[in-house]
């Protein structure tokens, strides 16, 4: 007789295509957030294998603020027409001519809590009773207490003190009309997982996950790509290092970390020594000690 | 870098009280394991100072909800994650305060082991029965009792020998299959990870080595196949024309082609095709493995059905008895329709009578009873619409678990171990 025992990365696997099976059994619209990160790439990934050889039975959504790196949407369209599946892009560009949401000025600006408005705008759009992201409870301590199924109110708004409890796998995604439910099938991943994962399955990624030279700017110490959405300050100037990305928002926010890792090999040494968390380069988190939470309550992630 | 091919996943949680050390406890083994980054450390050490303490409050890494942070307790369950170059954990870390069985359930019900700790001042209390009871309630394989601030008793072998010897007395009620015990201090890291130098009359192994090499690949039930079908996938393109495959986790035995299957309701029977994902085929599945499962004969089978072997079948019935955990503000009365959620089937269900309702503190059983009150627990009947295809939760906690819903407002009311 053989081990009947799955190593971790497949019985993540196993569980996070459990979850997704279930979304399309029990919702009549759900929808995959797409941000373009390895995250969202990997949940595209587990949706393939969880209905194959049907495509993926739901589209992809993807809220572009308009600040994304260009990696970023080049890598989208071609995994889109790679798995044959819809895509649906919400712009916050368009939010904002429309004068639902007003642009933050200043040299910190950023159109990140913007796309809360643009998002909940596509899924009533669309109907969308479901919506999957690839958040996970390692990133951040408001996470750590967030449902697989979670649901919101027809505000889009998260209520963390009345949460369904959640026993063993018996999911209820049971709501009334106008509300939904956000969806995490890799809750229980970790940055390391993910990495892990990715190596184990040979997924793509956008080439800013590797190490490569970029012009940048280092504020309050983030190291930035310079672009056209980040207006600099008198005193900063622009420097060619080696940076790769271990998250992917976008241009303005998400910082760069100085690295050598060029292929996934060296990622994972480095994820395994690393002594921050990879949301650490996050400058929408950095604004308060409850910032996530805050923004989840308003119908964030 | 090929670790993750033998790296096994151990869900544990962790019941205690405000004061018996369990944030400490959790924020040293993750410290220990180098599982907090810099910045981690950082901001709950910037909070701290806001607050005003002398030390860093590692508490604040684990307590993550406004709320809670302002009220200093956790009130619901956190997951927390390490690893350690032999096994990747996940934390369920659940507040001990009475009002909260509801989240102890929770967290206990996707659990291999549970980490039970006392305070070796004050020995066992009436937490540390319902803790206790919880864990063997919900079948979890195996128990650590962590005896916490040895450095308080001197490190005493004799109060940690007379808390062992009170614990073994009163667990022999219960029904925990596997129980070990461990004097620590997690304050300052004896036996948590490193040996400790101050109880050199232990020479049991340390919390961090039990949690590594506990085994737990027989925690789930291999002997009876047990495939609750989530969906159909049915292409519908040109090149997969003709494909029907069954979709869904094992949750219980081992399945593989050619075996003989027998589907519920139907009662049908036909013969594993093929065991495949994403295309690549599967010579054995077993829990917890999602898999697409053909047939060698087109069977009409949809969500909620079942596919077990012909000389191993599952109960088949409307009526079931029932421990339940009561965990809604309105508490249940006997004669309620609800909805029932068992396996990927739903259907309607009345709890016809309430048998009686146990004290989690006593364990004495109170009979006559006209209601289950929030975070009661007790023994019921329930009549469902439909028949279900079930275990005793005891012989699989996936195919002997249920969930009761409200029909009106959705939310979830309670969880159910099929007795």
């Given at each position: 007789m053989?081990?009947?025992?799955?190593?971790?990365?497949?019985?993540?696997?196993?569980?996070?295509i459990?979850?997704?099976?279930?979304?399309?059994?029990?919702?009549?619209?759900p929808?995959?957030?797409?941000?373009?990160?390895?995250?969202?790439?990997?949940?595209?990934?587990?949706?393939?294998?969880?209905?194959?050889?049907?495509?993926?039975?739901?589209?992809?959504?993807?809220?572009?603020?308009?600040?994304?790196?260009?990696?970023?949407?080049?890598?989208?369209?071609?995994?889109?027409?790679?798995?044959?599946?819809?895509?649906?892009?919400?712009?916050?560009?368009?939010?904002i001519?429309?004068?639902?949401?007003?642009?933050?000025?200043?040299?910190?600006?950023?159109?990140?809590?913007?796309?809360?408005?643009?998002?909940?705008?596509?899924l009533?759009?669309?109907?969308?009773?479901?919506?999957?992201?690839?958040?996970?409870?390692?990133?951040?301590?408001?996470?750590?207490?967030?449902?697989f199924?979670?649901?919101?109110?027809?505000?889009g708004?998260?209520?963390?003190?009345?949460?369904?409890?959640?026993l063993?796998?018996?999911?209820?995604?049971?709501?009334?009309?106008?509300?939904?439910?956000?969806?995490?099938p890799?809750?229980?991943?970790?940055?390391?997982?993910v990495?892990?994962?990715?190596?184990?399955?040979?997924?793509?990624?956008?080439?800013?996950?590797?190490?490569?030279?970029?012009?940048?700017?280092?504020?309050?110490?983030?190291?930035?790509?310079?672009?056209?959405?980040?207006?600099?300050?008198?005193?900063?100037?622009?420097?060619?290092?080696?940076?790769?990305?271990?998250?992917?928002?976008?241009?303005?926010?998400?910082?760069?970390?100085?690295?050598?890792?060029?292929?996934?090999?060296?990622?994972?040494?480095?994820?395994?020594?690393?002594?921050?968390?990879?949301?650490?380069?996050?400058?929408?988190?950095?604004?308060?000690?409850?910032?996530?939470?805050?923004?989840?309550?308003?119908?964030?992630? | 870098?090929?670790?993750?091919?033998?790296?096994?996943?151990?869900?544990?949680?962790?019941?205690?009280?405000?004061?018996?050390?369990?944030?400490?406890?959790?924020?040293?083994?993750?410290?220990?394991?180098?599982?907090?980054?810099?910045d981690?450390?950082?901001?709950?050490?910037?909070?701290?100072?806001?607050?005003?303490f002398?030390?860093?409050?590692?508490?604040?890494l684990?307590?993550?909800?406004?709320?809670?942070?302002?009220?200093?307790?956790?009130?619901?369950?956190?997951?927390?994650?390490?690893?350690?170059?032999?096994?990747?954990?996940?934390?369920?870390?659940?507040?001990?305060?009475?009002?909260?069985?509801?989240?102890?359930?929770?967290?206990?019900?996707?659990?291999?082991?549970?980490?039970?700790?006392?305070?070796?001042?004050k020995?066992?209390l009436?937490?540390?029965?319902?803790?206790?009871?919880?864990?063997?309630?919900?079948?979890?394989?195996h128990?650590?009792?962590?005896?916490?601030?040895?450095?308080?008793?001197?490190?005493?072998?004799?109060?940690?020998?007379?808390?062992?010897?009170?614990y073994?007395?009163?667990?022999?009620?219960?029904?925990?299959?596997?129980?070990?015990?461990?004097p620590?201090?997690?304050l300052?890291?004896?036996?948590?990870?490193?040996?400790?130098?101050n109880?050199?009359?232990?020479?049991?192994p340390?919390l961090?080595?039990?949690?590594?090499?506990?085994?737990?690949?027989?925690?789930?039930?291999?002997?009876?196949?047990?495939?609750?079908?989530?969906?159909?996938?049915?292409?519908?393109?040109?090149?997969?024309?003709?494909?029907?495959?069954?979709?869904?986790?094992?949750?219980?035995?081992?399945?593989?082609?050619?075996?003989?299957?027998?589907?519920?309701?139907?009662?049908?029977?036909s013969?594993?095709?093929?065991?495949?994902?994403?295309?690549?085929?599967?010579?054995?599945?077993?829990?917890?493995?999602?898999?697409?499962?053909?047939?060698?004969?087109?069977?009409?089978?949809?969500?909620?059905d079942?596919?077990?072997?012909?000389?191993?079948?599952?109960?088949?019935?409307?009526?079931?008895?029932?421990?339940?955990?009561?965990?809604?503000?309105?508490?249940?009365?006997?004669?309620?329709?609800?909805?029932?959620?068992?396996?990927?089937?739903?259907?309607?269900?009345?709890?016809?009578?309430?048998?009686?309702?146990?004290?989690?503190?006593?364990?004495?059983r109170?009979?006559?009873?006209?209601?289950?009150?929030?975070?009661?627990?007790?023994?019921?009947?329930?009549?469902?619409?439909?028949?279900?295809?079930?275990?005793?939760?005891?012989?699989?906690?996936?195919?002997?678990?249920?969930?009761?819903?409200?029909?009106?407002?959705n939310?979830?009311?309670?969880?159910?171990?099929?007795?």
């Open positions: 053989g081990q009947y025992y799955l190593s971790h990365l497949k019985e993540l696997e196993a569980e996070a459990f979850v997704i099976r279930e979304v399309v059994s029990q919702f009549e619209k929808a995959l957030l797409f941000s373009g990160g390895k995250d969202s790439i990997v949940l595209a990934h587990l949706s393939k294998k969880a209905f194959y050889p049907s495509r993926i039975p739901f589209p992809l959504i993807h809220i572009d603020t308009g600040h994304n790196f260009p990696e970023t949407i080049i890598f989208r369209d071609s995994l889109v027409g790679e798995l044959g599946v819809k895509l649906v892009v919400g712009s916050v560009q368009e939010s001519n429309e004068g639902r949401v007003r642009e933050e000025t200043g040299v910190n600006a950023s159109r990140n809590a913007l796309q809360t408005v643009t998002l909940l705008d596509t009533e759009d669309l109907k969308i009773d479901a919506a999957m992201g690839g958040a996970r409870r390692d990133e951040e301590k408001a996470r750590a207490k967030e449902r199924f979670s649901h919101r109110d027809e505000f708004q998260w209520d963390p003190k009345n949460q369904r409890p959640e063993w796998n018996l999911f209820n995604g049971k709501k009334h009309n106008g509300e939904h439910f956000r969806i995490f890799i809750s229980n991943w970790t940055e390391m997982d990495w892990q994962y990715i190596q184990q399955e040979n997924i793509a990624l956008p080439s800013l996950y590797f190490s490569h030279q970029r012009e940048c700017v280092v504020r309050d110490g983030v190291i930035l790509a310079k672009s056209e959405f980040i207006k600099l300050k008198p005193n900063e100037e622009v420097q060619l290092m080696t940076v790769r990305y271990r998250t992917c928002g976008d241009m303005p926010i998400t910082g760069a970390v100085e690295s050598d890792a060029d292929d996934l090999d060296k990622i994972i040494a480095e994820v395994a020594t690393t002594r921050t968390t990879e949301r650490g380069t996050r400058a929408d988190d950095k604004r308060g000690e409850t910032a996530m939470e805050d923004r989840k309550k308003s119908g964030y992630f | 870098m090929n670790i993750q091919e033998t790296n096994q996943l151990l869900r544990f949680t962790t019941a205690g009280s405000v004061d018996d050390g369990k944030s400490t406890l959790i924020g040293r083994l993750l410290y220990d394991s180098k599982s907090i980054f810099e981690q450390i950082e901001a709950v050490k910037t909070s701290s100072q806001m607050k005003g002398d030390y860093v409050d590692l508490s604040l684990t307590d993550g909800l406004k709320s809670e942070r302002e009220q200093g307790i956790t009130i619901d369950v956190a997951y927390r994650y390490f690893a350690t170059p032999k096994r990747k954990f996940i934390i369920a870390d659940t507040p001990g305060h009475i009002q909260y069985t509801r989240n102890m359930v929770t967290g206990a019900s996707t659990a291999n082991l549970a980490i039970i700790l006392i305070d070796s001042r020995g066992l009436e937490q540390t029965f319902r803790h206790s009871f919880i864990a063997s309630l919900l079948k979890i394989p128990v650590i009792v962590c005896i916490n601030k040895m450095d308080l008793v001197d490190y005493s072998e004799e109060v940690y020998d007379q808390i062992v010897k009170d073994k007395a009163f667990a022999s009620k219960m029904d925990i299959k596997d129980i070990q015990f461990v620590i201090s997690a300052n890291g004896d036996n948590v990870v490193d040996r400790s130098k109880m050199v009359w232990y020479e049991g340390t961090l080595y039990l949690l590594e090499h506990v085994h737990i690949a027989s925690d789930l039930n291999h002997i009876d196949c047990r495939f609750p079908v989530q969906m159909v996938i049915r292409p519908h393109t040109l090149e997969h024309q003709d494909f029907r495959g069954y979709a869904g986790r094992v949750e219980g035995g081992i399945f593989k082609p050619g075996d003989d299957v027998k589907v519920l309701p139907s009662g049908f029977t013969r594993i095709k093929n065991i495949e994902l994403n295309g690549e085929a599967i010579e054995e599945a077993f829990a917890p493995m999602s898999v697409t499962m053909t047939l060698e004969d087109e069977i009409d089978i949809s969500r909620g079942m596919i077990v072997r012909p000389n191993n079948v599952p109960h088949v019935g409307q009526d079931l008895d029932v421990m339940l955990c009561w965990m809604n503000q309105r508490p249940l009365r006997g004669r309620t329709k609800l909805i029932l959620k068992h396996t990927t089937k739903d259907c309607q269900a009345m709890v016809k009578e309430i048998l009686y309702k146990v004290n989690v503190n006593t364990l004495h109170e009979e006559g009873v006209e209601e289950l009150a929030l975070n009661e627990i007790g023994r019921v009947s329930i009549r469902a619409a439909n028949p279900l295809f079930f275990d005793a939760y005891r012989r699989n906690r996936q195919t002997g678990s249920v969930i009761l819903i409200d029909p009106n407002t939310e979830t009311l309670a969880a159910g171990m099929i007795i």
